[in-house]
């Protein structure tokens, strides 16, 4: 991950296995954070939720970031597989000090 020279801060979470032997992880991360082609930047030093899908070999299939566009920071709690090879996500948002819990995740 780049931040240009500034300090960053990633964490992985957890990660489940689809039926075709995908990795599918979750964590969050501050500052600049690139996945394959898909660059993620947090707002105003924020906490932000990831979740990226992997092929048994390493290469990226897709990423997406959750963001709370500077209100607050995103925090995944847990990931678990869903039918159809989804997953669910629990994860916890702070609103200017007041957390949100939700969940899903196609």
């Known amino acids: 991950s780049d931040n240009n020279n500034q300090p960053i801060a990633e964490a992985y979470l957890a990660g489940v296995i689809d ?8 964590g969050s991360f501050t500052g600049t ?4 082609s898909s660059t993620f930047v947090s707002a105003n030093g924020a906490y932000e939720t990831f979740v990226v899908k992997q092929t048994p070999t390493g290469s990226l299939i897709w990423a997406i970031s959750m ?5 607050g920071g995103s925090y995944p709690q847990a990931l678990a597989s869903a039918p159809g090879d989804g997953v669910f996500l629990q994860l916890r ?12 995740f196609g």
């Open 33 to 36: 954070n690139t996945f394959g």
């Open 93 to 104: 948002e702070d609103f200017d000090g007041k957390a949100l819990n939700r969940g899903g």
């Open 19 to 26: 039926s075709g032997g995908n990795l599918i992880t979750t």
């Open 67 to 71: 963001t709370n566009n500077g209100q």
